[in-house]
């Protein structure tokens, strides 16, 4: 199983960044991926996920109207395309899968397989 994302970078205030993540080593069509981040000094949090046999989304309050998760399932790509950045979405992003019967919430459990996190950096 192998999670490599990739578009982090330095962005302005107000500006967009999309992440991709690309998947491979499992069965795609029944996993659930999800987004995170960690910011220094922060644990890290969940910031959306997408269950694709539940066609569910689910996005943390802080991102909810900027941030959207979407999946190209022929490419085995997921993206997360973020707008409206702010100083405090500086963080290290990371992709991750979970397994049935695991699914998509809030709770962000079951995330057993992770990429190796792509740089975000909001300057002001």
């Known amino acids: 199983v192998q999670l490599v994302e990739s578009g982090g970078g330095l962005v302005q205030v107000g500006g967009s960044l999309t992440l991709s993540c690309a998947a491979s080593?499992?069965?795609?069509?029944?996993?659930?991926i999800g987004w995170f981040r960690q910011a220094p000094g922060k644990e890290r949090e969940g910031v959306s996920c997408?269950?694709?046999?539940?066609?569910?989304?689910y996005y943390a309050d802080s991102v909810k109207g900027r941030f959207t998760i979407s999946i190209d399932n022929a490419k085995n790509m997921v993206y997360l395309q973020m707008n409206s950045l702010k100083p405090e979405d500086t963080a290290i992003y990371y992709c991750?899968?979970?397994?049935?019967?695991?699914?998509?919430?809030?709770?962000?459990?079951?995330?057993?397989?992770w990429g190796q996190g792509a740089q975000v950096t909001v300057s002001s």
């Open positions: 080593g499992f069965t795609f069509e029944v996993y659930t």
């Open positions: 991750a899968a979970a397994g049935p019967p695991y699914y998509c919430s809030g709770f962000f459990v079951g995330y057993d397989y």
């Open positions: 997408m269950g694709f046999s539940l066609g569910s989304t």
